[in-house]
């Protein structure tokens, strides 16, 4: 079993920068990608990020430049991004992929981002 606790969202304008993390307790030897999503009001929800257990990351097209993710120790993920625009305005949601397979999310944490 993983527990994900997101934090580090907030309010701010277009333009600025603003690191969110999620942070792992449990089974931590049993993830092996992290991945942040988000969902804004009417719409689906779509991955904007993911890190593999060997380093290895993916970042979706629409943040590619902007957004980037690392892994901070064995139990925390930040998700850092820049130039951040009114469209990125969403609940950001971090997942893992545990070694059984099993998924596991945190509630989200409200990004916003005014014009």
């Known amino acids: 079993q993983v527990q994900l606790v997101e934090s580090g969202g907030g309010l701010v304008q277009a333009g600025e920068s603003l690191g969110i993390t999620c942070a792992a307790s449990?089974?931590?030897?049993?993830?092996?990608?992290w991945n942040w999503y988000r969902q804004a009001p009417g719409k689906e929800r779509e991955m904007v990020a993911t890190?593999?257990?060997?380093?290895?990351t993916t970042i979706a097209d629409s943040v590619m430049g902007r957004f980037t993710v690392f892994r901070v120790n064995r139990g925390k993920v930040t998700l850092q991004m820049s130039s951040l625009k009114p469209e990125d305005t969403a609940v950001y949601y971090c997942?893992?992929?545990?070694?059984?397979?099993?998924?596991?999310w945190g509630e989200g944490t409200q990004v916003t981002v005014s014009s």
């Open positions: 449990g089974s931590l030897f049993s993830i092996n990608d």
């Open positions: 890190t593999t257990k060997s380093g290895a």
């Open positions: 997942s893992v992929r545990a070694r059984d397979g099993g998924d596991y």
